[in-house]
């Protein structure tokens, strides 16, 4: 057969690889330029940070002349699509944050890291790392980007994502946590975390799909001891594996219907049985599924979670 035609590995509606290598996603490939959205207000412009990887951000910043304050917190947000789709610059985590900037009046640092297969995990993390760097290295000055050097207020710096991007959140805390660098807090929507023990309604689940999701993690991750790799199960290490996160307040969003639903719950409990300091609030959203407030932006239980992260990043 041929190499390009036959197929290698599929997990779908996301993404399809050939044994000829070729990649090809279902979806999440589109991209929209920066703007001045017109609806809100908010521009958007994209810097390119490292130009050997091509790793770039896109930046969000609400219309400030009627505002009394200069400095704003700094969102930086890691949008979700199991590390295998989209895109900081797609149309759908650009519109999302379009309507929560200017709804929590914060500067958004959308992040554009590398996707697997092509580049595998942890490069991902890597990119994200690296992007968080950048933010910060703008406060002690050494950072070029005006619309950080100018508006944003440096000890409210909060991290966030759906989905894999909540995954990249958090584990981007820990690593601040190890560096001092000055976290504020999370905003972890649909969070993607797993485990070998299945947690609340994963004990009814189909082996066959829960061997889908693990060969889906061995697939971006190669070289992983499996699902409670500590890339995947933010618990396989204990207490030792929370130590140092870099932050003492997590908002935690979770959708009734999705399958994730009881890992976001998990984690919360979690944070507390395994001695983190902080404090957690828990955000159920009855009726919906797996990133429903991207998909359906004008429904009901979008605008509520919406309200309530745009509270959070201007609590103290």
Known sequence: MDPDSEIQFEFYPFIRQYKSGRVHRFFGTDIVPASVDPKTG??????????????????????????????IPVFVYYHGGGFVIGSAFGPICHNHLNVLV??????????????????????????????????????????DEPWLAEHGDFSR????????????????????????????????????????????LEVDLD?????????????????????????????????????????KKIMVGVAEKDILRDRGRWYCEGLKKNGWGGVVELLE?????????????SCEKALELNARTAMFLNSN
């Not at 959203?285 to 932006?297: A, I, L, N, Q």
């Open 42 to 71: 908010v521009a958007s412009k994209d810097v390119v940070i490292n130009a050997t990887s091509n790793l770039a951000v896109r930046l969000h910043l609400p219309n400030l002349s009627d505002k009394t304050t200069k400095k």
């Open 102 to 143: 200017a709804e929590a009046n914060v500067i958004a640092v959308s992040v554009d890291y590398r996707l697997a297969p092509e580049h595998p995990l942890p490069i991902a993390y890597d990119d994200s790392w690296e992007a968080l760097n950048w933010v910060f290295s703008h406060a002690d000055k050494a950072g």
């Open 285 to 297: 959203s009855e009726g919906e599924d797996h990133g429903f407030h991207v998909m359906k932006p």
């Open 157 to 200: 710096v909060f991290l966030g994502g759906c989905s894999a991007g909540g995954n990249i959140a958090h584990q981007m805390a820990i690593r601040a946590g190890k560096a001092n660098l000055a976290i504020k807090g999370l905003v972890l929507i649909h969070p993607y975390f797993d485990g070998v023990e299945p947690v609340g």
């Open 207 to 247: 082996a066959d799909l829960k061997a889908k999701q693990e060969a889906m993690w061995r697939f971006i991750c190669p070289g992983t001891t499996g699902l409670d790799d500590p890339l995947a199960n933010p618990f396989a290490e204990g207490k030792e594996g929370l130590r140092g996160l870099g932050c």
